[in-house]
C-alpha cells in the first residue's frame, strides 16, 4: 500500500494554489487505496518572525479548510505537526547525520535568509525537520510542487545515507507532482508563484475571498498589452495563468476569448463557482471548533505508533540507549 503525505504551512491564508495543486489531489488521492497523511506544519511556521496567536488561529484554520474542502478523516489522518513530538526528536537525529553545507545551500535558506532581520536556526534547518515528517511515516509518495523539490532531494540524501551507513531504516521517498497546475502564479506578478507569505494579497485568491474580492483581484490580473488571449507561458504569463486556473477551475479546456476583459468574467465565476460550496462547509465547521480540534486528536492517535517506531527504530541504529 502507497503512503502519500501533503504538508501545509500555517504562515497565512490558504489560497486558490494550494487549493488547485495541494489540497484537490490530496482529496482525489483518498479515493484509492492509498493511506493519506494531512498535515498542519504549524512548527516549520515558526522560522521565520512569528506572532504566537496568529500561529493558533492559522493552524485550526488550515485544519478546518482542509475539511471544509473535502479531506475525509475516516480517510485521512489529519493533525499538526507539532502535536507528534517525534518530530522534533527525529529531526535532531538527523541533524547528526546532515551536514552545514547540505543545508545552507538550501535555495529557500538563501532567499529567506536575505530578506533582512535575524535569521534564525530553525530556518536553517527546516529541510531537516521536513525530511523527518517524511520519513517519520515511512511515506513513499510526497506530492511536491517545483518550490519543494530542493528539499525533497536532501530528504532522500539524508535517508539513503542513514540507510547505508546505520542499516536500513528508513523509506527513500519519491516526489510526485499532480498532473496538472502544479503551479498557479501571482496575479498581480504572474512570474511568481501565488503565495501565502507574499508581502500583499493583491495576487492571491484566499479559500475565503467573498466573490466580489474575487471579482476585484481577477479583474486586476496583470496581463499584457498584446490583446490577444493565447495560452503562452514564456510570452504571457499573466494570461496563461488565468487559462491554467480556469481549466483547473472547470475541468474543461478554455474556448476562445475575444479579449482580456471577457477571460476574466469567466475566471471569476469558475473561482467563485469552485469556493463558494467551500466557504459554506468553512462557516459550518468553524461554529463548532471543538469538533475540529477532536479530528486534530484522533489524527494524532492513529499516526503516533508509527511514528515512535520510526524513531525507535532510527534511535537502535544510531546508538542510543532505550
Ligand atoms: P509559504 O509562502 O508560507 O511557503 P505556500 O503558499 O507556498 O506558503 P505551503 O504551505 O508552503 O504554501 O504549501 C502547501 C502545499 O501547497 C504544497 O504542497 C505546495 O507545493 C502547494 N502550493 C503552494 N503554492 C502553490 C501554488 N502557487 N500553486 C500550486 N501549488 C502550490
Ligand atoms: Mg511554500
Do not use: W
Not at 30 to 37: F, G, K, M, R, V
Not at 229 to 255: F, K
Not at 298 to 315: F, S, Y
Request: hydrophobic share 40%; net charge neutral.
Amino acid at each position: 500500500m502507497t503512503k502519500r503525505l501533503t504538508g501545509f504551512q500555517p504562515t497565512g491564508n490558504l489560497h486558490l494554489g494550494n487549493l488547485l495543486g495541494a489540497m484537490r489531489p490530496l482529496v482525489a488521492g483518498q479515493e484509492s487505496a492509498t493511506e493519506t497523511i494531512a498535515m498542519i506544519v504549524d512548527l516549520h511556521a515558526m522560522t521565520m518572525e512569528h506572532d504566537p496567536r496568529a500561529l493558533r488561529a492559522r493552524t485550526l484554520e488550515a485544519a478546518t479548510l482542509l475539511l471544509a474542502a473535502g479531506v475525509d478523516p475516516r480517510r485521512t489522518a489529519l493533525f499538526a505537526q507539532s502535536q507528534v513530538p517525534e518530530h522534533t526528536e527525529l529531526h535532531y537525529l538527523l541533524e547528526c547525520t546532515t551536514a552545514y553545507g547540505e543545508a545552507a545551500r538550501m535555495i529557500q535558506f538563501k532567499e529567506k535568509s536575505a530578506a533582512g532581520g535575524p535569521v534564525r536556526l530553525s530556518l536553517l534547518t527546516y529541510p531537516v525537520l521536513m525530511a523527518a515528517d517524511i520519513l517519520l511515516y515511512d511515506a513513499h509518495e510526497v506530492p511536491v510542487g517545483d518550490d519543494q523539490n530542493q528539499h525533497l532531494e536532501l530528504t532522500r540524501t539524508i535517508a539513503e545515507r542513514f540507510n547505508a551507513r546505520y542499516g536500513e531504516t528508513f523509506v527513500v521517498p519519491e516526489g510526485v507532482r499532480p498532473e496538472s497546475a502544479a503551479r498557479i502564479m501571482d496575479l498581480a506578478d504572474p512570474t511568481r508563484k501565488m503565495s501565502k507569505s507574499s508581502a500583499t494579497a493583491a495576487g492571491r485568491i484566499g479559500l475565503l475571498d467573498e466573490p466580489e474580492v474575487i471579482r476585484k483581484k481577477t479583474s486586476r490580473a496583470v496581463t499584457d498589452t498584446l490583446g490577444v488571449v493565447r495560452y503562452d507561458p514564456e510570452g504571457q504569463p499573466g494570461v496563461s495563468n488565468l487559462l491554467d486556473i480556469l481549466a483547473e477551475c472547470t475541468g474543461e479546456r478554455p474556448g476562445a476569448y475575444p479579449n482580456y476583459g471577457t477571460l476574466k468574467r469567466d475566471v471569476t465565476d469558475a473561482v467563485d463557482t469552485l469556493l463558494a460550496p467551500i466557504r459554506k462547509r468553512h462557516a459550518e465547521l468553524a461554529d463548532d471548533p471543538g469538533y475540529v480540534r477532536e479530528i486534530l486528536a484522533e489524527g494524532k492517535t492513529r499516526v503516533r505508533p508509527a511514528a515512535r517506531a520510526t524513531v525507535r527504530r532510527a534511535r537502535a541504529a544510531l546508538g542510543l540507549l532505550d
